[in-house]
Nanobody, 128 residues
Framework: QVHLVESGGGSVQAGGSLRLACAVS??????????MGWFRQAPGKQREGVAR???????KYADSVKGRFTISRDKRGNTVFLQMNTVKPEDSAMYYC????????????????????WGKGTLVTVSS
C-alpha cells in the first residue's frame, strides 16, 4: 500500500512561485514505475488534472499550466515535485498528489479513477 503526503502549499502573490512536494512511502518498490500525477480542486469545482510524469519521465500538463508549472520526480527519494511559477489567482486550489500504474500515463485523459492512491492535499492560495 502506498502512502502519499503533500507539502509546500501556502499563500503567494500573483506572479510568484511555489514548489510542492509529494513524499511517497509504504510499498515504494514500484515507485519508479508509477504514473504520478498532481491534481487540484477549487471550491465548487471538479477535481482536475494539472501535471503527470511517467516512469520514463515523460510529462503531460493541463493547457492552463503549460509553460508555468514543471513536474519532476526523485526516484531515489521517492518524491514528486511540482514547481509552480508565475502563479495566477485561478491557480488557487487544494493540490493533490496521486499514484497510478504506468498505464494511466499512456492515456490521453485525466481519469481520476485510474489513480489508486491519493494524498490529503496541500492548499495553495494566490492573491492578486
Amino acid at each position: 500500500q502506498v502512502h502519499l503526503v503533500e507539502s509546500g502549499g501556502g499563500s503567494v502573490q500573483a506572479g510568484g512561485s511555489l514548489r510542492l512536494a509529494c513524499a511517497v512511502s509504504g510499498s515504494t518498490a514500484s515507485f519508479a514505475s508509477y504514473c504520478m500525477g498532481w491534481f487540484r480542486q477549487a471550491p465548487g469545482k471538479q477535481r482536475e488534472g494539472v501535471a503527470r510524469i511517467d516512469d520514463w519521465e515523460h510529462t503531460k500538463y493541463a493547457d492552463s499550466v503549460k509553460g508555468r508549472f514543471t513536474i519532476s520526480r526523485d526516484k531515489r527519494g521517492n518524491t514528486v515535485f511540482l514547481q509552480m511559477n508565475t502563479v495566477k489567482p485561478e491557480d488557487s486550489a487544494m493540490y493533490y498528489c496521486a499514484a497510478a500504474s504506468s498505464n494511466a500515463c499512456a492515456s490521453d485523459s485525466w481519469l481520476l479513477s485510474s489513480y489508486h492512491a491519493w494524498g490529503k492535499g496541500t492548499l495553495v492560495t494566490v492573491s492578486s
